[in-house]
T-cell receptor
Framework: QQQVKQSPQSLIVQKGGISIINCAYENTAFDYFPWYQQFPGKGPALLIAIRPDVSEKKEGRFTISFNKSAKQFSLHIMDSQPGDSATYFCAACRSNYKLTFGKGTLLTVNP | DGGITQSPKYLFRKEGQNVTLSCEQNLNHDAMYWYRQDPGQGLRLIYYSQIVNDFQKGDIAEGYSVSREKKESFPLTVTSAQKNPTAFYLC?????????FGPGTRLTVL
């Protein structure tokens, strides 16, 4: 049973545009929602994370929007750059610290 | 320079052989994790350990074994019982929920 569903599988955006990746979860006990960025052949890097007590968190060009009632959260990348081209994973976690990952979104930003 | 190291970066194994993947961290994190990554499958948890000398199975533990004798080290053994071991293996450690990943080991079975 997949507990975190991520969409789209792949995304192509023009330089300067906004990239939006969505995730939905089922388990209402989840209380920590991170996003990871992974370049080919490398380990994932923690990008930004949010808890359910806030609806939005922004760090530079990256913003997480969180909708607790809909059990959805999304990553927005403003002013997307070719260097942002990577695979992005959402995840969710309960207090036991076990992360459940989405299947990933391959983002391509064209120059 | 703090971080997580995994070795080797590439590993080739013949069918029927056991191999051990190394993971070391100097972040003083209590918890450590092993994940397997296959194309289009995301990251799947193999084993995790929250304290020394204790570890739990994740979602896909069959054919794998681990040990946690030191806080800094969490080696993973891929045994001959693992039916399809070719994959990218990632080690992580965490302080509370924030997990940090190593650079990975790519295992190929010949």
């Amino acid at each position: 049973q997949q507990q975190v569903k991520q969409s789209p599988q792949s995304l192509i955006v023009q330089k300067g545009g906004i990239s939006i990746i969505n995730c939905a979860y089922e388990n209402t006990a989840f209380d920590y929602f991170p996003w990871y960025q992974q370049f080919p052949g490398k380990g994932p890097a923690l990008l930004i994370a949010i808890r359910p007590d806030v609806s939005e968190k922004k760090e530079g060009r990256f913003t997480i929007s969180f909708n607790k009632s809909a059990k959805q959260f999304s990553l927005h990348i403003m002013d997307s750059q070719p260097g942002d081209s990577a695979t992005y994973f959402c995840a969710a976690c309960r207090s036991n610290y076990k992360l459940t990952f989405g299947k990933g979104t391959l983002l391509t930003v064209n120059p | 320079d703090g971080g997580i190291t995994q070795s080797p970066k590439y590993l080739f194994r013949k069918e029927g052989q056991n191999v051990t993947l190394s993971c070391e961290q100097n972040l003083n994190h209590d918890a450590m994790y092993w994940y397997r990554q296959d194309p289009g499958q995301g990251l799947r948890l193999i084993y995790y350990s929250q304290i020394v000398n204790d570890f739990q199975k994740g979602d896909i533990a069959e054919g794998y074994s681990v040990s946690r004798e030191k806080k800094e080290s969490f080696p993973l053994t891929v045994t001959s019982a693992q039916k399809n071991p070719t994959a990218f293996y990632l080690c992580a450690s965490s302080i509370v929920e924030e997990q940090y990943f190593g650079p990975g080991t790519r295992l190929t079975v010949l």
